[in-house]
Antibody, heavy 118, light 107 residues
Framework: QVQLVQSGTEVKKPGASVKVSCKASGYTFTDYSLHWVRQAPGQGLEWMGWINGGNGDREYSQKFHDRVTLTRDTSASTAYMELSSLTSEDTAMYYC???????????WGQGTLVTVSS | EIVMTQSPATLSVSPGERATLSCRASQSISSNLAWYQQRPGQAPRLLIYGASTRATGIPARFSGSGSGTEFTLTISSLQSEDFAVYYCQQYNNWTWTFGQGTKVEIK
């Protein structure tokens, strides 16, 4: 069965960076793209970007394009999201999600809570 | 950017009643729309894609309709496990945006 398992809770200080992992299993990693979505406490879902599991092509939301880096390790079937220059406004749950076909997300990771606090 | 607007923000419904949720796109997105359910403390779950196709394992009481800019998610008879937040998402032309969500609460 398809599973996306994310790394654990992170606590960071303002100005630091965080790197979240998303390990895929149950399907061929290179056949699908993975998207990243975040959710601030009590708020809605915000799209951050995506990476093609096969060729590594990626695209970022304009809001994050200068602070986020998406990478993947095909040998480990794992995608990574690194966010730099953290502020308290980056405190959120970060999700990876597999994109099916042209655009919907059929499987989601369990989420990684990132807390930014001095 | 395509803006998705959901209404109402909160919907109070009694168990067994019907719930109707709306989602409007700022420009035509054809049928490139998905609905997700998010229960407290959980990741979102895909309910509907292609505006009207139920995802695997989703009960028949969930149905989606619409195309272009106006979309509806209907839950025909609310069960206790259906009280949650629902998000629409457009995926038209290699862009992805979510609505702000509708919370379905017990009346």
């Amino acid at each position: 069965q398809v599973q996306l398992v994310q790394s654990g809770t992170e606590v960071k200080k303002p100005g630091a960076s965080v790197k979240v992992s998303c390990k895929a299993s149950g399907y061929t990693f290179t056949d699908y793209s993975l998207h990243w979505v975040r959710q601030a406490p009590g708020q809605g879902l915000e799209w951050m970007g995506w990476i093609n599991g096969g060729n590594g092509d990626r695209e970022y939301s304009q809001k994050f394009h200068d602070r986020v880096t998406l990478t993947r390790d095909t040998s480990a079937s794992t995608a990574y999201m690194e966010l730099s220059s953290l502020t308290s406004e980056d405190t959120a749950m970060y999700y990876c999600a597999r994109r099916y076909d042209s655009g919907w997300y059929d499987f989601w990771g369990q989420g990684t809570l990132v807390t930014v606090s001095s | 950017e395509i803006v998705m607007t959901q209404s109402p923000a909160t919907l109070s419904v009694s168990p067994g009643e019907r719930a109707t949720l709306s989602c409007r796109a700022s420009q035509s997105i054809s049928s490139n729309l998905a609905w997700y359910q998010q229960r407290p403390g959980q990741a979102p779950r895909l309910l509907i894609y292609g505006a009207s196709t139920r995802a695997t394992g989703i009960p028949a009481r969930f149905s989606g309709s619409g195309s272009g800019t106006e979309f509806t998610l209907t839950i025909s008879s609310l069960q206790s496990e259906d009280f949650a937040v629902y998000y629409c998402q457009q995926y038209n032309n290699w862009t992805w945006t979510f609505g702000q969500g509708t919370k379905v609460e017990i009346k």
